[in-house]
């Protein structure tokens, strides 16, 4: 093994170049669920095969090493899983999303192959993810079922989405952007390699975190560095972040965050197998099956799912944001700082969370509500506590609410101090 770095502290990250935006960001999709929180917990395929003797390199030296990164061509395998100690969210996501889209007609124009609605199933459960990449304006991801296979291509101004399972295709064009958001080819709000998840971890250390380098490993036959982060603030829920960096050209091939909690990992995510040549063209080439029902981004957008619909949403969720009148929301305001934020704000017109027994609440909704609530009460007044592994939340029932990944005792007490 090779000699271990001394820790870090106090604003390691702060100190790092800014990087580049790289297409090797933005391909492989993992999950989320709520409030921007990556949720991947990897399977035992990614165990290291021996411990590689590397060169000595120093914290800051390897956050500037991932920084500088500029792979943009690779092809690989990943495994995911998520446990965030929440019901599966797979089903609920669909019925949510199929319900809101279809306008209560089961989302009947609505197709399958939305990367929208489908992606989501990532955010629990174990998934093998193929990706490939080449530049900004070429990936592919296909997620691997035991009966079925689901892929995304973004190939220029095109964007194709499949679902073997109901031979149903989704197409969306753009000017040589990915689908919802530029350079992205998940949706928003989903972040896609483990490189993505290492920059965000890496914001939040900022003069908060112990950074060091605690030796080597082998990841998907590729020798690699071990970055670790932890958070030297009380109250967080997430207990250290650990990220296997290849050695060799700074991608991060493997990502890690262990909760305060203790036991398995809430997020890890990482190559099973990994090339970082150029991928055959035929990679990034799709042409619908015979019988396949293609729906167009636009004709969906009718029902929520097109540029305009996406467009006007965001314009609304602008105005609502920055509204200060007695019936809107304002901006959210962020309380403390690094691992500890929380974001506070006030829902529009003060509505406080619907009853579990409201006949607008579908009866999925209700019992995932009913899961994972934990009534409170302080000088704020009473609230419930919606709990996962990494991110809490806590409405009150005048219509504040608090969230962040921290604990249920630093949301009441920030609800306190409001």
Known sequence: MAPNDSAETGGTAARRPAGRRKAARYIVPVAVAGVAAATIGLVPALASSGDPDLPKITAQELIEKIAASDTEQFSGTVKI??????????????????????????????????????????????????????????????????????????NGDDVWAYDSGSNAVYHAEGEGEAPHGKDR??????????????????????????????????????????????????????????????????????????????????????????????????????TPPKGAKVTEADDAGAKGHGKEAREAAEKARRDLVTSGDAEGAVAPKIIGKGWNSIAAFKTPGGAALPSEASKDLPAEAGQFLDALGDKVSGKFGSGTVFKTRLINALMTDDGRVYVGAVTKDALVAAANAG
């Open 185 to 286: 080819a998940a949706p928003e709000g989903v972040p896609s390699t483990p490189k993505e998840l290492a920059e965000e971890a890496l914001k939040a250390a900022d003069g908060t975190t112990s950074v060091t380098v605690d030796g080597t490993a082998r990841v998907a036959g590729r020798d690699a560095y071990r970055l670790v982060l932890k958070p030297e603030q009380k109250g967080s829920t997430v207990g250290s972040v650990t990220i296997a960096v290849d050695a060799e050209n700074g991608v991060p091939l493997k990502f890690m965050l262990q909760p305060s909690s203790g036991g398995k990992a809430v997020v890890d995510a990482g190559f099973t197998s990994v090339d970082f040549g150029k991928p055959a063209a035929s990679s990034f080439a799709f």
């Open 81 to 154: 899983s998520t446990d965030l100690g929440i019901p599966s969210m797979g089903g609920l996501a669909g019925s949510f999303l199929s319900g809101a889209a279809g306008g209560g007609d089961g989302g009947e124009d609505t197709s399958s192959a939305d990367p929208q609605t489908k992606l989501t199933e990532l955010a629990s459960g174990t998934h093998t993810l193929r990706v490939a990449a080449d530049g900004p304006d070429k990936q592919r991801l296909s997620v691997l079922d035991k009966a079925s296979e689901y892929s995304l291509v973004h």
